[in-house]
């Protein structure tokens, strides 16, 4: 089982930088495949990027290809999400996840969920 709290949103405008931070519990972290999903007001939950238990695969959401970067530290137990070139239709709360096995751009393959961070992109 795995924990995890998301930290680093914030406010920002149009065309600015966030980096976004998920830090997870357990000794088996290296083991679990990661991903990024965010839900805006209104809106379903979508995906953003994921990554394998090891870093070496990324997949990412059309609309964020090229902006954001998703990378993972096993030593730390954190796996981050670089965003750049912000739009203000990226607002939303992001999500980090995490489950058990091949990396996933289905939020319904991840059984642990963190609380989420505000992102709020200004015009």
């Known amino acids: 089982q795995v924990h995890v709290v998301e930290s680093g949103g914030g406010l920002v405008q149009a065309g600015g930088s966030l980096r976004l931070s998920c830090a997870a519990s357990?000794?088996?972290?290296?083991?679990?495949?990661m991903g990024w999903f965010r839900q805006a007001p209104g809106k379903e939950r979508e995906f953003v990027a994921t990554?394998?238990?090891?870093?070496?695969?990324?997949n990412y959401a059309d609309s964020v290809k090229g902006r954001f970067t998703i990378s993972r530290d096993n030593a730390k137990n954190t796996v981050d999400l670089q965003m750049n070139s912000l739009k203000p239709e990226d607002t939303a709360n992001y999500y980090c996840?995490?489950?058990?096995?091949?990396?996933?751009?289905?939020?319904?393959?991840?059984?642990?969920w963190g609380q989420g961070t505000r992102v709020t992109v200004s015009s």
């Open positions: 357990g000794r088996t972290f290296s083991s679990y495949s």
């Open positions: 996840a995490a489950r058990r096995g091949p990396m996933s751009s289905m939020g319904y393959d991840y059984a642990y």
């Open positions: 990554i394998t238990w090891n870093g070496g695969g990324t």
